[in-house]
C-alpha cells in the first residue's frame, strides 16, 4: 500500500483558505485518495475522496496533479470548529492484494485555527 | 440514518475482567470494521468483517476475541486485558469491503481503561 507523508501541524486563523499537502510517490493505478477529519475523542469522519484532477464538495476541494504523486486538500474559509487532525489515505479498497477494505491511517496533520 | 453507536461510551476493567464492547449500524452496510486508537495516535485496523464473516484480522491477540452476529452488530470481547490494552476503540462500516473504496462510517468510539 502507498505510504502518505504529510505535514505533521499546520496553523490557520479563522477566515482564511488552508491547504494541507500529501505525497504519495508510489501510489499504484488503481488507488484512490481519500481524506478523513478526526476531532478528538470522536471517529474519524470522511471529507472527501478522488482519483485526479479536481474533486469539490460542500466542504472541501480536492486538487490531483496529473502525476498523482501528490494532493492537496483545500479547506476555504476555515472557522474555528476546523481544529481537528486531517488524514490523508491511499488505496483501492478492492480485494486485490488483499487490500480489501483496509483503511491504513498516516500520522495525520494537526490542523490548529485560531481567531 | 447514517450513525454509527457504540456503547459503553467509557469502561474501565480489571485484568482479570470479561468485558464486550458493541456496535450497531442501520445504514445496510455489509461490512464492519474494529480500530483501536491510542493517544495522539492515527487509528489501527484490528478486524474486518464482510457479510457477517471476520475476513481480516491484522494479527490481534486472542485476547480480543470479535463477534458479528447479525449484519447491523458488531461486538468486541475483551477478557485478560494489558493496561497497554488502554485506548479508544471504534467501530465503522461500509456499504461492502471490497470493490471499493467505500466510505467508512465511525462510531464516537469507547474509551477503554484497563486497570
Known amino acids: 500500500l502507498a505510504k502518505t507523508t504529510q505535514p505533521i501541524s499546520m496553523d490557520s486563523y479563522e477566515g482564511q483558505e488552508v491547504n494541507i499537502t500529501c505525497s504519495h510517490n508510489?501510489?499504484?493505478?488503481?488507488?484512490?485518495i481519500t481524506w478523513y477529519q478526526q476531532f478528538p475523542s470522536q471517529g474519524p469522519r470522511f471529507i472527501i475522496q478522488?482519483?485526479?484532477t479536481k474533486v469539490t464538495n460542500e466542504v472541501a476541494s480536492l486538487f490531483i496533479p496529473a502525476d498523482r504523486k501528490s494532493s492537496t486538500l483545500s479547506l476555504p474559509r476555515v472557522s474555528l470548529s476546523d481544529t481537528a487532525v486531517y488524514y490523508c489515505l491511499v488505496g483501492d479498497g478492492t480485494d486485490r492484494g488483499s487490500t480489501l477494505g483496509r483503511l491504513y491511517f498516516g500520522r495525520g496533520t494537526q490542523l490548529t485555527v485560531w481567531p | 440514518d447514517t450513525e454509527v453507536t457504540q456503547t459503553p461510551k467509557h469502561l474501565v476493567m480489571g485484568m482479570t475482567n470479561k468485558k464486550s464492547l458493541k456496535c450497531e449500524q442501520h445504514m445496510g452496510h455489509r461490512a464492519m470494521y474494529w480500530y483501536k486508537q491510542k493517544a495522539k495516535k492515527p487509528p489501527e485496523l484490528m478486524f474486518v468483517?464482510?457479510?457477517?464473516?471476520?475476513?481480516i484480522n491484522e494479527s490481534v491477540p486472542s485476547r480480543f476475541s470479535p463477534e458479528c452476529p447479525n449484519s447491523s452488530l458488531l461486538n468486541l470481547h475483551l477478557h485478560a486485558l494489558q493496561p497497554e490494552d488502554s485506548a479508544l476503540y471504534l467501530c465503522?462500516?461500509?456499504?461492502?469491503?471490497?470493490?471499493?473504496?467505500?466510505?467508512?462510517?465511525f462510531g464516537p468510539g469507547t474509551r477503554l481503561t484497563v486497570t
Open positions: 465503522a462500516s461500509s456499504q461492502d469491503s471490497a470493490g471499493g473504496p467505500y466510505e467508512q462510517y
Open positions: 478522488g482519483y485526479k
Open positions: 468483517y464482510s457479510y457477517e464473516k471476520l475476513s
Open positions: 508510489n501510489i499504484a493505478t488503481n488507488d484512490y
